[in-house]
């Protein structure tokens, strides 16, 4: 399992190669990813479509049981506008695992109070961009794929 983390690694073919080689044949990966997304406060290397996505697991020997897209126009709209909110409010750049103190509590609670109704938004936006057609905006996307059972003795795909 892997949640919104494969965009951190500097070599995601390295990342991909090695859970092929942990999983045994048949095994399954899930594995979200961004796509239409802000760079984040800490390392930040990559960026996939739904087909590229595909293209990267297949090359490393896993087929794809589903994949779903993270939302559509609408949503990626709704996540525009919390990330401006949360830019807004000083001290963006300090990073999660800094230092806690009073001022950090509050820029939470700020935070809290000015997004709430944009993420409650958000929801809405989700069950529309189900209904309507997506052209390729959306925000990421999650992989449901498994490891093929046809591989060599080392673990690599035929």
Not at 3 to 28: C, K, N, W, Y
Not at 94 to 105: C, D, E, F, M
């Amino acid at each position: 399992v892997s949640f919104d983390v494969i965009q951190h690694v500097p070599s995601p073919h390295a990342m991909l190669t090695e859970a092929h080689r942990v999983l045994r044949g048949g095994g399954h990966i899930i594995l979200t990813y961004p796509f239409l997304y802000p760079e984040c406060d800490v390392r930040d290397f990559h960026r996939w479509t739904v087909e590229g996505m595909h293209e990267a697991l297949v090359a490393h020997g896993f087929e794809i049981v589903r994949a779903r897209r993270r939302g559509g126009a609408l949503f990626a709209w709704v996540c525009w506008v919390i990330w401006m909110i949360q830019h807004l409010v000083p001290g963006q750049r300090q990073s999660w695992r800094a230092r806690r103190n009073l001022g950090s509590y509050l820029r939470a609670g700020v935070l809290a109070a000015l997004t709430l109704p944009v993420e409650l938004l958000g929801w809405i936006a989700l069950g529309l961009d189900r209904v309507l057609p997506s052209q390729g905006m959306y925000m990421g996307a999650c992989v449901l794929a498994r490891k093929t059972l046809d591989t060599k003795a080392d673990g690599a795909p035929r």
